[in-house]
């Protein structure tokens, strides 16, 4: 079969197209025949050499894909050859066969095209899982979403404004906040000319909001903690500008405020089934009726891997890029 791999630890120009062995889906694992890859942030990171695999996952790219169940493992009864599936992966993704847990596969709704459906499992399971599941993100909240253009914030505004929140959402350019408005953001902040804060501030009424979901990092560390309300939480699941940033611990307990760090590629199998059955029951049926769906930004063949991965480095992607064999 065919799979994307990298020649060397460095840049896009070491991406290659490769002939490689198939290998048959293990007990509780289902065989998937790939439509599309969905390509993220980390597979960036991992092929310059500094976020590698897990123990035991595939050394190629992707964390996740859609397409066609081709075999099943032993001890599979819920996924059967032939079903239209989308799955979360500890990587692998970037091949026309793919092995996943049969814990993280989900099946493709009917009026969702399938190779969209390769944009739903990382974004999907990143946004559920840290807005509901550790934030506590109800209707009548206010979040505010950075990056709401990219993979991550385009899925979680549109699940925020599907819980019934107040979204502020965060985006560079007058063109890429118009984009994030009709996601369903109420309020969107151009963070290339406004400050984020001080329009927080603003449309709450000097409150702040009770979540933040940031992308960021350390460059938004202590603003982020600002524009938290009474109890606010900040769960912070990138660093795309910074490791480190001083914290004012006073703002912090004034507020009693909490700050949370999560990743989802180095949870443990269980974690990651608990996560991707609760997008099955609470966001499969938002995608079914049409309130939430995957944006699909730019789709390049395996063999122009190299070009998408430039293409999202260098910004301006609205939702996710796919990769198709």
């Known amino acids: 079969m065919r799979a994307v791999t990298t020649t060397a630890p460095g840049g896009p120009e070491n991406l290659s197209l490769i002939e490689t062995v198939e290998n048959p889906p293990s007990a509780g694992e289902v065989q998937i025949r790939t439509v599309a890859s969905g390509v993220n942030p980390a597979d960036l990171l991992q092929r310059a ?13 992707g964390l996740e894909l859609s397409g066609i169940v081709h075999d099943v493992g032993s001890g599979v009864t819920d996924v059967a050859v032939g079903d239209r599936v989308c799955a979360l992966v500890d990587g692998g993704a970037y091949a026309e066969l793919v092995n996943a847990p049969a814990a993280q596969v989900i099946h493709v709704p009917g009026g969702l095209e399938l190779r969209d459906a390769a944009a739903v499992p990382e974004a999907a399971c990143t946004a559920w899982s840290n807005l509901v599941d550790v934030a506590g993100l109800t209707a009548g909240m206010t979040v505010l979403i950075h990056g709401g253009s990219g993979g991550v914030g385009s899925m979680a505004v549109q699940i925020a404004h599907a819980l019934n929140a107040f979204v502020i959402s965060t985006a560079g350019g007058p063109e890429r906040c118009e984009q994030v408005r009709a996601l369903g953001a109420d309020v969107v902040v151009d963070h290339r000319s406004e400050s984020f804060v001080d329009v927080v501030l603003e449309v709450t009424g000097g409150r702040g909001v009770d979540v933040v979901l940031d992308v960021v990092g350390a460059a938004y560390l202590a603003e982020n903690v600002r524009a938290l309300a009474t109890n606010g939480h900040l769960v912070v699941i990138g660093m795309q500008k910074g490791r480190r940033a001083e914290l004012d611990l006073g703002v912090l307990l004034t507020k009693r ?10 949870r443990p199998a269980g974690e990651k089934a608990t996560i991707v059955d609760g997008v099955r029951r609470h966001v499969l049926p938002l995608i079914t009726d049409g309130r939430v769906r995957p944006v699909v930004d730019t789709i390049y063949p395996f063999s122009e891997a190299r070009q998408a991965h430039e293409r999202l480095a260098a910004g301006g992607v609205l939702g996710k890029i796919l990769l198709t064999p």
């Open 257 to 266: 405020a909490s700050v949370t760090g999560t990743t989802l590629r180095s």
């Open 49 to 61: 050499g500094l976020y590698p695999p897990p123990p035991g996952a595939s050394d190629l790219l």
